[in-house]
C-alpha cells in the first residue's frame, strides 16, 4: 500500500468485505444516478443483510416493500456514494449506528444518514487528493428520455409476462408528475388507495414480509384497523387514513402501494383499449 492508498487488489476487497476505503469515493454520487441505478445496489445489499440476520431473503418480496427507497436516499442523502450504501448497512445491523430495530426504508435512511455524517468517513474524505470533478447532473430532458425507455420496455414486459420489471413507483411518478398520462378520477383514485391499505393490512396480518412491514409496530395498525371497521365506504375509510394516521413509516407503505396498483390499472386499461403507450407518449409530446 503507496501513500495510505490501497492496491487495485485490496480495494476490490475491502469493498467487497462492506470495509470503509478511499476507494468507496470512486462510485458515483447518488444524485446522478437514477432511480433504477440505486435499486442495484440497495437490493443485494438488504437481501445480504437479511440473510446475515438469519431471515429467509426473497428477493421480489424485497423489491416490492422497499419500492421508492431509491427516490428517498437521493432525496435525503444526495451526496453519498454508491459503493457506500453496502458499507453504511452493514455497519447499521451490526450496531455501529445504534440500537437495530429491523430493515426498512426508515432505518436504511437512518444507516445511510449517520454513515456518511461519521467521523470514520470524514477521515477517510481527507485522504482523497484532489476534489474530483463532478459527473454532470443529466438534464431533465435526458432523465425523462430515460424513463420513457425504461417505461416503453416495462409495458412490453407487462404486455407479455404481467411483469413490470422496474420500480413501479417511479415509473408512476413519471407517467403521472412529468409525462402527465394518468388521468384517473378522484373516485378511482380513492378505490385504489383502499385497496393499497387492504394490500398492506394483509401483509402486516399474515407475517409473510420480512422487512418494512413487519418492522412497523403493530399499535401504529390499531388506528387503521378501527377506519376499515367503522367505515365501510371504500372512499370515505381512505379519506379518513389519509388524512387522519400520522405514522410516517405506514403512511409511505400505503402510497407505494397505491402507486403500485395504478400503474398495473393504467397498464391494464391500456391493454385491454389495445392501445400503446408509446402512442400515448407521443401524443402528449406533440401535444
Known sequence: ??????????????????????????????????????????????????????????????????????????????????????????????????????????????????????????EIAKQLPTEEPEKQIPTKEEQLDLARHHLLDSFERFKTIRDIGYSAVYLYRYLNEDFKVISFTNEVKWKIYYRAILGIKNQRDTGTIKTVINNIPKKDFELLNEFLKEYPDEIECAKKVAFTIKKKELLIAIKNESERLALIRFYNDLVEMETELKDILDNESNG
Open 1 to 122: 500500500m503507496e501513500n495510505n492508498k490501497l492496491t487495485k487488489v485490496d480495494a476490490y476487497n475491502a469493498l467487497q468485505s462492506l470495509e470503509l476505503c478511499i476507494e468507496m469515493f470512486d462510485s458515483p454520487l447518488v444524485r446522478n444516478c437514477d432511480e433504477l441505478e440505486i435499486d442495484k445496489v440497495i437490493l443485494p445489499a438488504i437481501l445480504k443483510a437479511q440473510k446475515d440476520l438469519g431471515f429467509n431473503p426473497n428477493e421480489q418480496k424485497e423489491s416490492h416493500l422497499l419500492d421508492g427507497i431509491a427516490l428517498e436516499i437521493k432525496r435525503s442523502v444526495p451526496n453519498i456514494r454508491l459503493a457506500e450504501i453496502p458499507i453504511a448497512i452493514n455497519k447499521g445491523i451490526l450496531g455501529d449506528y445504534g440500537d437495530f430495530l429491523g430493515l426498512s426504508i426508515v432505518t436504511v435512511i437512518k444507516f445511510l444518514k449517520c454513515h456518511y455524517t461519521s467521523w470514520k468517513r470524514a
